[in-house]
């Protein structure tokens, strides 16, 4: 899978989504990527809708584990790069870093 491009659109600080991103694989654009916290860390979670049974249901997955890896360590690179960038910031402005 080529990952062309992930971009991180919004970060939360409170509740279990943390981010919402945005992915450009080959000729296909991906939104509503969340990046998640979970008991044992950060995840990943594919847009997904609410189905009348009230279960999820993705609207995208990756087809097999290695484009799952792969995708979600990409996601999860661009969400740290973007920590990195707001701590930054808040050190330059003299605010607390988080």
């Known amino acids: 899978m080529e990952i062309i491009s992930v971009k991180i659109t919004s970060v939360f600080e409170t509740g279990v989504v943390k981010a919402k991103a945005n992915a450009v694989l080959g000729r296909f654009g991906v ?24 279960k999820y249901i993705d609207i995208f997955f990756p087809m097999d584990k290695e484009a799952k890896e792969e995708l979600a360590g990409a996601v999860l690179r661009a969400y740290a790069e973007k920590q990195a960038e707001n701590a930054a910031a808040a050190v330059l402005s003299g605010q607390e870093p988080g």
């Open 31 to 54: 939104r509503g990527i969340k990046v998640c916290e979970g008991k044992s860390g950060l995840f990943v979670a594919m847009p997904s809708y609410k189905s009348a049974k009230g």
